[in-house]
């Protein structure tokens, strides 16, 4: 079976890969300072809770965090006796090609989100991930990667205003019943959430008019979800979009 890592900056995603599907998937938040071992006994013990054999033989690796990969590798090494394929190193290869300016560092998160997108969709596509960042990738035709955006992530812009604001609490992102919000929490949360919707929409209609044809909107992410339920502004939802990016390419690299 294949265990494939997906390393955000807040959160770290293993899944496994039977080879025809995905049979369980955890998360656990992101640590430079979690070693290997750790890494070993926490994965073994939902292993056996979920029933499933350890029989991992294969590893594939995105992550947005440098710190947090040697430990990946090594439990990768010493417990699964595979070198994992770690997205971005020279030795790892991609099924579509990169074009962004010269020296440009581009985050694996988004170059896998790209590898599935082509793969689901074809190319023409616009890709936004609601993540630590809200991240619009912006794949060509040939599904190569060409650029984007970033802007602060939802939860961030929360924490923000709740650190630098003395008098404003903490909320949770939801749908507010009324633009208009009659107490502080209700103001809070129509402003992010209609903020944010106008933010999608608008960034969106400005690449689909720079590109000048149509564009597909794939939406993936935690809050995706939220957004797609309550307002028309992505044309799909892909829960595991990252994650079959990375069987992808492990498979590509595979085969070449």
């Not at 008098?167 to 944010?196: E, R």
Request: charged content about 20%; proline content about 3%; hydrophobic content about 40%.
């Amino acid at each position: 079976m294949l265990l494939a890592v997906d390393c955000g900056n807040t959160n770290t995603v293993f899944s496994i890969w039977d080879g025809a599907k995905f049979v369980s998937n955890w998360r656990i938040a992101t640590s430079h300072k979690r070693t290997a071992d750790q890494y070993y006994v926490w994965l073994t013990t939902l292993l056996k809770l979920g029933g499933i054999e350890n029989d991992i033989e294969e590893m594939v690796i995105s992550s947005t965090v440098p710190r947090v990969v040697f430990n990946l590798r090594v439990l990768g090494d010493k417990y699964f006796h595979t070198r994992p394929l770690v997205v971005g190193r020279s030795d790892c290869k991609l099924p579509v090609s990169v074009r962004v300016d010269e020296g440009t560092a581009v985050g694996s998160d988004r170059l896998v989100n790209t590898v599935a997108g082509f793969n689901l969709f074809g190319g023409d596509l616009i890709i936004v991930d609601f993540g630590t960042a809200t991240t619009f990738d912006v794949v060509d035709t040939d599904g190569a990667y060409i650029g984007g955006v970033i802007a602060p992530g939802v939860n961030l812009s929360l924490e923000a205003l709740h650190k630098d604001a003395a008098a404003l609490p903490h909320v949770d992102i939801s749908k507010p019943q009324n633009v208009i919000g009659t107490n502080t929490v209700a103001c809070l949360q129509s402003g992010v959430f209609w903020g944010y919707v106008g933010l999608v929409r608008e960034i969106c209609d400005r690449i689909k008019s720079e590109r000048g044809r149509p564009m597909k909107v794939i939406s993936t992410g935690g809050l995706a979800p939220l957004f797609q339920q309550s307002v028309r502004l992505f044309d799909q939802f892909e829960e595991d979009l990252t994650m079959h990016g990375l069987i992808v390419i492990h498979q590509f690299n595979k085969e070449s």
